[in-house]
């Protein structure tokens, strides 16, 4: 009895191993981003993704004035780096996004999923594979908790105060250069230079 269990678990585990290098080898799965998930990848991958920020940012404490932080900071920073895959509250995410698969979540509603701590992790991190960036190598601590505490908020911002908070931080205090901040006509290739520029040391330190 045992022996034949055995030899069934034995047996499953090659079939298992052999699906996975015919799958890894052969070039068969489709890997085109036009090509929805089948279902049992997407379940996998969110698991996986949900568990490793869960893991990750188990230790990281949120800072007692959280609630409090400087939402012009925060929202400087998310208009520059982060609307143009995410959209906000009245803003549409840009055309090239709806190529990304898995495809960038409205905030408005997925920030309440997760705790702040986590927010402040995946924001940091990013999420390999998936095309959302982290920025951690070029922002102090500081700043992603006042970008964090920003997104924490966007489930009960309405489309007139998201609108509100683009005239009154015109022009932007994210740019390096000020003679490029003329907000309403966000160039994207600059945010994305912006979040791989070399790390701020005066705001390291802080
Ligand atoms: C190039 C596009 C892109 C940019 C720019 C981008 N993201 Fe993302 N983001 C994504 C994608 C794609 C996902 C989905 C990842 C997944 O589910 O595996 C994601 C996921 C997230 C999540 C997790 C939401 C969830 O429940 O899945 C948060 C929070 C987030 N992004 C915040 C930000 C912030 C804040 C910024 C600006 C600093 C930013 N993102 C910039 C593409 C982007």
Redesign the pocket.
């Known amino acids: 009895m045992i022996k034949t269990a055995v030899a069934t678990f034995l047996f499953l585990l090659a079939a298992a191993l052999g699906v996975l290098i015919y799958v890894m080898f052969s070039g068969v799965y489709n890997i085109a981003a036009t090509e929805p998930h089948n279902p049992l990848m997407k379940w996998a991958?969110h698991i996986t993704?949900k568990n490793s920020v869960e893991h990750h940012a188990k230790d990281i404490e949120t800072p007692a004035d959280f609630e409090e932080r400087e939402t012009a900071e925060g929202f400087a920073?998310?208009d520059e780096?982060?609307v143009?895959?995410?959209g906000a509250p009245g803003v549409e995410p840009l055309h090239f996004?709806r190529g990304?698969n898995?495809?960038?979540?409205d905030?408005a509603e997925?920030?309440k999923?997760?705790k702040p701590a986590q927010?402040h992790w995946?924001?940091a991190h990013g999420?390999s594979m998936?095309?959302?960036?982290g920025?951690i190598n070029a922002h102090a601590k500081q700043e992603i908790w006042n970008?964090t505490a920003f997104?924490a908020d966007l489930p009960d911002m309405t489309p007139q105060e998201y609108a509100r908070l683009r005239e009154q931080t015109k022009p932007s205090g994210h740019r390096h250069d000020p003679a490029e901040s003329a907000h309403d006509d966000a160039k994207p290739a600059d945010d994305?230079e912006d979040l791989f520029a070399a790390p701020h040391e005066a705001d390291r330190e802080r």
């Open positions: 991958l993704m920073h998310f780096m982060c143009a895959c995410h996004t990304l898995p495809e960038p979540p905030l997925k920030a999923e997760w927010l995946i924001i999420v998936s095309g959302m960036p920025i970008l997104v994305l």
